[in-house]
């Protein structure tokens, strides 16, 4: 099954009044292929991210791009970790 057909049934069904063309079938994937975040991308979301982990959502599908970074970064995974342990020392530390 071509890309295109398996969109068409994805997103249109099987009687779809308009077929998706090979350009913008090409133009979603350049699309899907450049929707990533840089590193500075994700330093800036890493907060957000780790704030959910910590109260057990699921930060993975709920930030899917800064997971996938996270995967593939080792600079990013390791700021993401030294975070996550302030995080947990900071829930543990006593209060004054």
Not at 80 to 96: I, Q
Request: hydrophobic share 40%.
């Amino acid at each position: 099954m071509k890309l295109k057909d398996w969109l068409k049934q994805l997103g249109r069904g099987k009687s779809a009044e308009h077929e998706l063309s090979d350009a913008s079938v090409l133009d979603l994937i350049r699309y899907l292929e450049n929707s990533e975040l840089d590193c500075e991308g994700v330093f800036n979301m890493l907060d957000r991210y780790a704030e959910m982990d910590v109260r057990k959502e699921d930060a993975a599908r709920l930030m899917p791009l800064v997971h996938s970074h996270l995967e593939l970064c080792p600079e990013c995974c390791d700021e993401y970790e030294a975070l996550l342990d302030v995080l947990a020392k900071a829930s543990h530390a006593p209060e004054n």
